[in-house]
T-cell receptor
Framework: QKEVEQDPGPLSVPEGAIVSLNCTYSNSAFQYFMWYRQYSRKGPELLMYTYSSGNKEDGRFTAQVDKSSKYISLFIRDSQPSDSATYLCAMSAPETSGSRLTFGEGTQLTVNP | GAGVSQSPRYKVAKRGQDVALRCDPISGHVSLFWYQQALGQGPEFLTYFQNEAQLDKSGLPSDRFFAERPEGSVSTLKIQRTQQEDSAVYLC??????????????FGEGSWLTVV
């Protein structure tokens, strides 16, 4: 079983929809939780970062972490065609090598105009 | 440059050929990571450097994979006797600090390796 599980999709939604992406994990040492966006043939770019449990909002994006359930979510409001990309959840523990990242498989999202 | 730079961007290698992939991290960044991303998968950790010291190489899949960062800046990932299963995107990432909280790691655009 992988340390981080993420539904790979693909997910296709109409423009303006609310998108919900999520990951589950098994390693209780994870303290830092990230969402990366990766466009085709590009490297991952950091979208959201959360430390420990809680919510964080940035514009149309909201990240939630529930450490008791080992479950994290990313919500995208008023989705746009430019949001079409692969979304990767990533996690790290403070005592591992430079806090190396453990990624989920990625969810491929398409927002249709 | 301002970001993490990787070269070559695309490489086609014949099976059995040796390849070398280069990473130029952001200037002054202490930490450097290599990840392997197979098609349709998330990146998988390969190795970690803090300055010139390779502190973790637990993710290297076989002894055909070798990484170095001799002067604590540029890093090279070398793959000997390439196999078809080595076909993937190789991502380099760097961070200013030796200990990171996860929100300060910057990725390059990757080197796309296809072994035929």
């Amino acid at each position: 079983q992988k340390e981080v599980e993420q539904d790979p999709g693909p997910l296709s939604v109409p423009e303006g929809a609310i998108v919900s992406l999520n990951c589950t994990y098994s390693n209780s040492a994870f303290q830092y939780f990230m969402w990366y966006r990766q466009y085709s043939r590009k490297g991952p770019e950091l979208l959201m970062y959360t430390y420990s449990s809680g919510n964080k909002e940035d514009g149309r994006f909201t990240a939630q972490v529930d450490k008791s359930s080992k479950y994290i979510s990313l919500f995208i409001r008023d989705s746009q065609p430019s949001d079409s990309a692969t979304y990767l959840c990533a996690m790290s523990a403070p005592e591992t090598s430079g806090s190396r990242l453990t990624f989920g498989e990625g969810t491929q999202l398409t927002v249709n105009p | 440059g301002a970001g993490v730079s990787q070269s070559p961007r695309y490489k086609v290698a014949k099976r059995g050929q040796d390849v070398a992939l280069r990473c130029d991290p952001i200037s002054g960044h202490v930490s450097l990571f290599w990840y392997q991303q197979a098609l349709g998968q998330g990146p998988e950790f390969l190795t970690y450097f803090q300055n010139e010291a390779q502190l973790d190489k637990s993710g290297l899949p076989s002894d055909r994979f070798f990484a170095e960062r001799p002067e604590g800046s540029v890093s090279t990932l070398k793959i000997q006797r390439t196999q078809q299963e080595d076909s993937a995107v190789y991502l380099c990432a760097s961070s200013l600090a030796g200990r990171n909280t996860g929100n300060t790691i910057y990725f390059g655009e990757g080197s796309w390796l296809t072994v035929v």
